[in-house]
């Protein structure tokens, strides 16, 4: 579009043109490409026959570098550059046969790096060291939601997400790498999966980490799945969940887990009805499709209880117990009891998925009490940042009410929020701007 402009009837037009499923392909083009890699310029692909010159090249230049911190970060810019070849490689032929070449050649760097980082000495306190960690852990993040559209690099996201791990547990103190881990997050370009995408992989590192780096992820897993259903609000009115979720590769049991997380935190009753009906297709079709087997069910509702322990233990040195956080303790524990009794019955399907929600209630209890008073400043501060930019991006859009009536009520209803948040102190309040931006962020992401 030339004017960048969308009125309420330009956009039914453009859907009853070109039908839901089509707008959310138009809406996901550009989200995630080569140059948000910071590659400007891929070059030669492994398809190419002079591929082997742009390797020597790299080869070349490493064998005339002898500091292992240079030969670690000359490492990581290779690879992030085979992650651009893999993402080139998936936009001319997602089914080529080089793809998968181009992945295994991904992994051969990959595993590279992990043994550079297990043989470097020193901490972050090094600031080198520091600089090189925080350029591994922004591009970690990119190349795993990238990888995870492409077919077959389930043992590859396995290795990236080990490597991970061993950063976390040899460089950094705890608060040191979920920092680290939630600003190159934030960096990442926004789409409708890359929440969920990224849940996957804390999901993945959870059993890596050392329990206490699992709590301090709880508010960033928070994060993710509040911002996910404003996102899914704004795409609703637009698409069905199926279509919206059609492009999701991973584990279907991952996704199943981590909706029940985001229907923990949805604030529209239409999306929660909505995400209900959803997961309960989900479900039937999991059991239809590959089955779900009793040790699966067990060990969700081993990781419930583990879950429900944690939040009982916090709950009895907590002195006064708000009422909301009595209902997620009761809600919880009445799921689990569900899937105690499911699983007696053999109904397997069925007590995987009341212990997911057991374990999603319990969570979202856990984050609630973690939040400390001096965390709303930082979080609100944040917020205003993010208001201010969308804010820039709607007037540069050229924009008035009358084109766009609900973005608009969307931002002011941001801003007031974001006034009584400075007074009330809340994570209900908190949750509500965070939806509320990511709603209005992804609206403007349909109209460009």
Do not use: C
């Given at each position: 579009?030339?004017?960048?402009?969308?009125?309420?009837?330009?956009?039914?037009?453009?859907?009853?043109?070109?039908?839901?499923?089509?707008?959310?392909?138009?809406?996901q083009e550009g989200i995630f490409g080569v140059r948000d890699l910071g590659v400007e310029h891929v070059g030669l692909l492994t398809s190419n026959p002079f591929y082997f010159l742009k390797e020597l090249r790299r080869d070349v230049k490493k064998l005339f570098t002898f500091k292992e911190l240079r030969k670690l970060e000359l490492d990581?810019?290779?690879?992030?550059?085979?992650?651009?070849?893999?993402?080139k490689l998936q936009e001319i032929n997602p089914d080529d046969k080089e793809l998968q070449r181009a992945i295994t050649n991904y992994g051969a760097y990959l595993?590279?790096?992990?043994?550079?980082?297990?043989?470097?000495?020193?901490?972050?306190?090094?600031?080198?060291?520091?600089?090189?960690?925080?350029?591994?852990?922004?591009?970690?993040?990119?190349?795993?939601?990238?990888?995870?559209?492409?077919?077959?690099s389930d043992g590859i996201r396995n290795l990236l997400v080990e490597t991970i791990a061993l950063v976390a547990q040899r460089f950094d103190v705890p608060e040191q790498f979920v920092d680290r881990l939630t600003r190159a997050t934030r960096k990442l370009p926004q789409g409708e999966l890359q929440e969920l995408r990224v849940a996957e992989l804390l999901e993945r590192l959870d059993?890596?980490?050392?329990?206490?780096?699992?709590?301090?992820?709880?508010?960033?897993?928070?994060?993710?799945?509040?911002?996910?259903?404003?996102?899914?609000?704004?795409?609703?009115?637009?698409?069905?969940?199926?279509?919206?979720?059609?492009?999701?590769?991973?584990d279907q049991l991952f996704l199943l887990r981590l909706l029940d997380e985001v229907r923990e935190r949805v604030l529209q009753n239409d999306l929660k009805t909505e995400l209900n009906l959803f997961r309960q297709r989900l479900?039937?079709?999991?059991?239809?499709?590959?089955?779900?087997?009793?040790?699966?069910?067990?060990?969700?509702?081993?990781?419930?209880q583990a879950l429900l322990t944690q939040l009982e233990q916090k709950l009895a040195g907590a002195g006064t117990v708000p009422q909301s956080m009595k209902q997620l303790l009761e809600h919880a524990k009445f799921a689990y009891n569900q899937a105690?009794?499911?699983?007696?019955?053999?109904?397997?399907?069925?007590?995987?998925?009341?212990?997911?929600?057991?374990?999603?209630?319990?969570?979202?209890?856990?984050?609630?009490?973690?939040?400390?008073?001096?965390?709303?400043?930082?979080?609100?501060?944040r917020f205003k940042d993010q208001f201010d930019r969308l804010s820039g991006e709607i007037r540069g859009l050229v924009l008035t009410p009358a084109d766009a009536p609900r973005l608009f009520m969307l931002l002011s209803?941001?801003?007031?929020?974001?006034?009584?948040?400075?007074?009330?102190?809340?994570?209900?309040g908190i949750r509500v701007i965070q939806s509320l931006l990511a709603a209005i962020e992804e609206l403007i992401r349909v109209v460009k």
């Open positions: 579009m030339t004017r960048k402009k969308i009125t309420v009837f330009g956009l039914i037009g453009l859907i009853s043109l070109i039908g839901p499923i089509g707008l959310v392909v138009l809406a990581l810019d290779v690879v992030n550059e085979k992650a651009a070849e893999i993402k595993q590279t790096i992990k043994m550079r980082f297990e043989g470097l000495r020193g901490t972050a306190q090094n600031s080198n060291i520091d600089r090189l960690l925080e350029k591994f852990m922004e591009m970690s993040v990119k190349h795993y939601v990238v990888l995870h559209t492409v077919a077959g059993n890596k980490l050392h329990p206490s780096v699992r709590q301090l992820l709880l508010p960033l897993r928070d994060e993710l799945f509040v911002a996910l259903s404003g996102r899914l609000d704004s795409l609703l009115l637009i698409s069905p969940l199926e279509a919206i979720f059609a492009s999701w590769s991973g479900l039937e079709r999991i059991e239809e499709e590959q089955g779900i087997a009793k040790e699966d069910a067990q060990a969700a509702m081993d990781a419930a105690v009794m499911l699983l007696k019955e053999g109904n397997y399907g069925g007590a995987y998925g009341q212990a997911t929600a057991s374990a999603a209630a319990a969570r979202n209890a856990l984050v609630q009490l973690q939040l400390r008073v001096q965390d709303y400043q930082r979080i609100l501060a209803e941001a801003e007031k929020r974001i006034v009584e948040a400075a007074s009330e102190k809340s994570l209900g």
